[in-house]
């Protein structure tokens, strides 16, 4: 869980996410045969096949084989967070978010502005008055997110000097373990990150090309992960990602999407991308054969990267291999460790058996 603390624990909103990268990079050395950092920011790793050694019959040389199957793991690094985008006469930060908030969840955060130079501890509250002076109606409005401030708890004069408009801003979470799952912010979608470079550690052999690629502003459009697509031209993208799970009290059952400990979701499809069939059935046939807990899933509003990679250049399969996660798109966002560790076999299985 080391790499995955470390993971969560660097920040990385969109257009922000060259922290998270080079963490990646750090942690990948020798894993990766090449690396590439797109225009974008998105980093493409590639790994050539590493076919298990054949004795040849005598007299016989080597066979002459066709391009090796090319396989993308598309892995968004970006997590929801806020930019700075005004400092006013006293010195508060009101942000702009870059992803979807529930401001439900945003009251009496500890923050992190990261500037050129330094991160700055900082607390994040909606403007108004406390709940000692508010009024019964008062107190039952959810503001908006215009409504938020930051205080740094510093004079105009040194804000001004240390912050400027475009400088991310995350929320303070620790990473925990809480009976059989691991709790923190920003598990989407490090999740997959930490996935893909797990699953390719313990490959030993795989006949396939794998290029893993860690891709941008995910979080705000999906717009990394087509350029991406466009530059390494797949046989097969996987998009490694979290999805709902609603089994909570106060849900409806079929509103639901995933089961905590339940397995891997695959992903049927959501409001903007249909798994290849082919592929969604491949996956479940090696889930039972190699006796990993699986849960087929549909999303009715939402999407991954998988919409922007199979709508790219004239079209490529796809499938959506997530990650079920409680109070998703929170600074406690809950991951079962079966469904983990489920998804990083299912992940290894795969590429050990693409050809």
Known sequence: MKLLEKLVQTPGVPGREDRVRDLIL????GL?????????????????????????????????????????????M?????????????????????????????????????????????VLNPGGKPVHLASAEDRKKVPEIEEFVVDLGLPVEQVNKKVRVGDMVVIRASFTQVG?????QCLDNRIACWEAIDAIKKLKYHDCEIWAVFTVQEEIGCRGAGPAA?????D?????????C????????????TEQGKGAGLMVMDSSAMTDLKLLEEFEALAKKNKIPVQRTILP?????????????????VMTLVCGTRYIHTVTEMVHLVDLYACRDLLVAYLQSAK
Request: hydrophobic share 35%; glycine share 10%.
């Open 180 to 184: 059989n799952t691991v709790v923190s």
């Open 230 to 234: 466009a530059r390494v031209q797949p």
């Open 236 to 244: 097969v993208a996987i998009t490694l990602d979290t999805t709902l």
């Open 246 to 257: 609603c089994d909570t009290p106060g849900v409806p059952a079929e509103l639901a999407i």
């Open 301 to 317: 509003r939402g999407g991954t990267d998988a919409s922007t990679i199979q709508r790219r250049d004239m079209g490529y399969r």
């Open 32 to 76: 990766f045969d090449q690396t590439h950092v797109d225009a974008m920011g998105s980093l493409l790793c590639c790994r050539k096949p590493r076919p298990r050694p054949r004795k040849l019959q005598k007299g016989s040389g080597k066979s002459i084989t066709a391009s090796p199957l090319k396989v993308m793991l598309a892995c968004h």
């Open 78 to 122: 970006d997590q929801i967070g806020f930019l700075v985008r005004h400092i006013d006469g006293k010195g508060f930060l009101r942000v702009q978010p870059v992803g979807g908030f529930d401001t439900r969840n945003l009251f009496a955060r500890m923050v992190t502005v990261c500037t050129a130079k330094e991160d700055l501890p900082g």
């Open 26 to 29: 750090q942690q990948t050395k």
